[in-house]
Structures are given as structure tokens and as C-alpha cells.
């Protein structure tokens, strides 16, 4: 369900910022194909999650045999298409808007889509290898404060709602100090995943700190 959730509230922020950012006519048969893509990769993410729910087996990095191990690696795959979806759409909106520079929100657009492609697709690869902790986790979410990475995944995978809102909070009420504004919540954002990051993969020895 977190995951329908997920892709469900990426599609929705996706089709808003088509409509957000102010781009040329020319920019339109992009976003129809950009739409394509999310839909598809979508549509096969959660139908074969449910699937697999639905028997009682693991979807996710499920190599128990050679079919388990080929659909895991192309999850992957389709996983990494979707997010690149993001970076395609940064490309036309920075390309093809219709103003001669970017204003603070449509960079915010841009600078959230490139981070969503980057971060969530490198933490991606990382919870290949490092499994969250056995055990219960955080309510609802179920993560662990140590040795997880999925705190940096989903603020990845988020970088998509919360830096354009950075952007758009940053021209509305920061006046000629906007970009600034901006450029520093999103290195702040930037930082905590970075932080988060290195802690999951026991980079940072946070055991030593906090017991």
C-alpha cells in the first residue's frame, strides 16, 4: 500500500509540474511521452508487487530461483526508468521555457527532478546491499534509525514535492532574496541525505555516538 502510495502521489506531482512550469507548445509531445513512460513502469512496479503479495512470496530482491531473480533484476531496471523520467522532464523544462532564465520556483522544478533521479536511484542501488535491520521499526513506516537506508531513499524519492515547494516558498516570500533562500534549504535537504546516507551504510560509526 506505501508503495501505491508512492507512485501514486509521484504521477499526481509529476502532471502538476507539467503544468507548473511555463514551457513552450513544442515541449507537449515530451510530456505525453514522459507520461507513457511513468504510467508503464508504474503499472508493472505495483502489479508485480501485488502479485507476489498476493502468493505470499517477497518481490523485492527475491533471487530465490533463476524467474524470482530475473523479475528482481528487471524491477530494478523498470525502477531506474521511472526515475529517469524525472531527468527528462528537468531537460524540457530547463530547455524548452518559454522565459529567458529560469525564475526561483521553476529552478526549484528543475533542481527537484535531477535530485529525485540521482538521489533515489543511487539509495536504490544501496538497498541491494544493505537491507534494513531485522526487527520492528518506526510506526507506519517501519524504519530503523541505524543501519537503514530507506530514511535516504525516501527523501530521494520525495526531492520531487519538497524542493519545488522550496522554490515556491523561496520567490513568495523571500523577495530579492529568494535564490538564496532556496540554494540554502536545498543544501540543507541535500545533507541530510548525504548524512542519512553514510549512517545506513555504517560509513558514519553512529553506535559509537548514541550507544
Request: one cysteine or more.
Amino acid at each position: 500500500m506505501k508503495f501505491m502510495a508512492a507512485t501514486g502521489l509521484f504521477a499526481v506531482t509529476t502532471a502538476c509540474l507539467m503544468q507548473v512550469a511555463d514551457v513552450r507548445p513544442q515541449a507537449l509531445p515530451s510530456f505525453y511521452w514522459i507520461a507513457v513512460l511513468i504510467v508503464s513502469t508504474s503499472l508493472f512496479e505495483v502489479a508485480y508487487i501485488s502479485l507476489q503479495g498476493s502468493l505470499g512470496e517477497a518481490s523485492h530482491y527475491n533471487t530465490s530461483d533463476l524467474l524470482h531473480a530475473v523479475m528482481s533484476g528487471l524491477m530494478g531496471i523498470v525502477a531506474v526508468a521511472l526515475t529517469a523520467s524525472q531527468a527528462w522532464l528537468a531537460w524540457v523544462i530547463w530547455s524548452q521555457n518559454a522565459q529567458p532564465t529560469l525564475s526561483v520556483m521553476q529552478s526549484g522544478i528543475v533542481v527537484g527532478l535531477i535530485m529525485t533521479f540521482v538521489l533515489s536511484t543511487l539509495s536504490g542501488f544501496l538497498l541491494g546491499s544493505h537491507q534494513a535491520p531485522p526487527g520492528k521499526g518506526l510506526p507506519i513506516v517501519g524504519w530503523h534509525l541505524r543501519g537503514d537506508i530507506r530514511p535516504a531513499h525516501f527523501l530521494g524519492v520525495h526531492a520531487q514535492q519538497f524542493i519545488p515547494v522550496f522554490g515556491f516558498l523561496a520567490e513568495y516570500f523571500a523577495g530579492g532574496a529568494a535564490l538564496a533562500v532556496f540554494s540554502t534549504l536545498t543544501m540543507i535537504y541535500l545533507l541530510v541525505c548525504i548524512c542519512l546516507t553514510l549512517t545506513a551504510t555504517r560509513a558514519i560509526p553512529v553506535t559509537s555516538h548514541f550507544g
